[in-house]
T-cell receptor, first 112, second 111 residues
C-alpha cells in the first residue's frame, strides 16, 4: 500500500484568494495525480503531476487556475488560485504503487 | 470517452440482508476495474482490482465479479460497519494510468 498525507486537512477561504495543498508520500512513486470531488459527486481527475516537467491537465482544468509542482518523487503541491465558491470541494492526492492507485485523506475546502 | 455508471445510487439494507451493487462501464480496452470504499470525510480506500472477464475477488463479506460490460460487488450478510459509499473506477489500456470513476453507491446497513 502507500501512506499518503495531505496538508491542510481542511480550510475555509475567502473568494479571490489562493490555497496551496501539500501531498507527501511515504516513499518514492513515479505517478501522482490530483483529483477533485465536488459535494455529493464522484472523483474527477484534475491533472497528472509529473516529476521534473509540467503537469498534464485534463479537459476543463488549466494551469493558471490549478498550478502544480512536483519537485521530487515523494512530494507535490496543488494550488487553487483566485478561488470562488464553485471551488468548494475535496481535493485528493493519489499515487500508483504496484499497479494500484491509492488516495490520500483529502483536503476539504470551503470558499466563502 | 470512458464511462462508468453505478446503480443503485443509494441502498438501505438490514443487517444480514445480502445484496449486490452494479457497475456498468464502457472503455476503449479495459486495463483494470477498481472498487473502492469511501467513508464520510475520508479518501477512497482500495478494495479490489479486476482485470479480465470471469475474474472474482473476495475480502471478508465482499465479493467482486467482472464481465465484459459490468462488475458486481456482492455483499453477504452485511454489518453496520459496511455502511459507506462504494466507488467503481476503470482504467483504460491506453497507457494512461488515471482512473474514470462512477458516481458511487451509498450503502447504509441498519442494525
Amino acid at each position: 500500500s502507500a501512506v499518503i498525507s495531505q496538508k491542510p486537512s481542511r480550510d475555509i477561504c475567502q473568494r479571490g484568494t489562493s490555497l496551496t495543498i501539500q501531498c507527501q508520500v511515504d516513499s518514492q512513486v513515479t505517478m501522482m495525480f490530483w483529483y477533485r470531488q465536488q459535494p455529493g459527486q464522484s472523483l474527477t481527475l484534475i491533472a497528472t503531476a509529473n516529476q521534473g516537467s509540467e503537469a498534464t491537465y485534463e479537459s476543463g482544468f488549466v494551469i493558471d487556475k490549478f498550478p502544480i509542482s512536483r519537485p521530487n518523487l515523494t512530494f507535490s503541491t496543488l494550488t487553487v488560485s483566485n478561488m470562488s465558491p464553485e471551488d468548494s470541494s475535496i481535493y485528493l492526492c493519489s499515487v500508483v504503487r504496484q499497479e494500484t492507485q491509492y488516495f490520500g485523506p483529502g483536503t476539504r475546502l470551503l470558499v466563502l | 470517452e470512458d464511462q462508468v455508471t453505478q446503480s443503485p445510487e443509494a441502498l438501505r439494507l438490514q443487517e444480514g440482508e445480502s445484496s449486490s451493487l452494479n457497475c456498468s462501464y464502457t472503455v476503449s480496452g479495459l486495463r483494470g476495474l477498481f472498487w473502492y470504499r469511501q467513508d464520510p470525510g475520508k479518501g477512497p480506500e482500495f478494495l479490489f482490482t479486476l482485470y479480465s472477464a470471469g475474474e472474482e475477488k473476495e475480502k471478508e463479506r465482499l465479493k467482486a465479479t467482472l464481465t465484459k460490460k459490468e462488475s458486481f460487488l456482492h455483499i453477504t450478510a452485511p454489518k453496520p460497519e459496511d455502511s459507506a459509499t462504494y466507488l467503481c473506477a476503470v482504467q483504460a489500456n491506453t497507457g494512461r494510468r488515471a482512473l474514470t470513476f462512477g458516481s458511487g453507491t451509498r450503502l447504509q446497513v441498519q442494525p
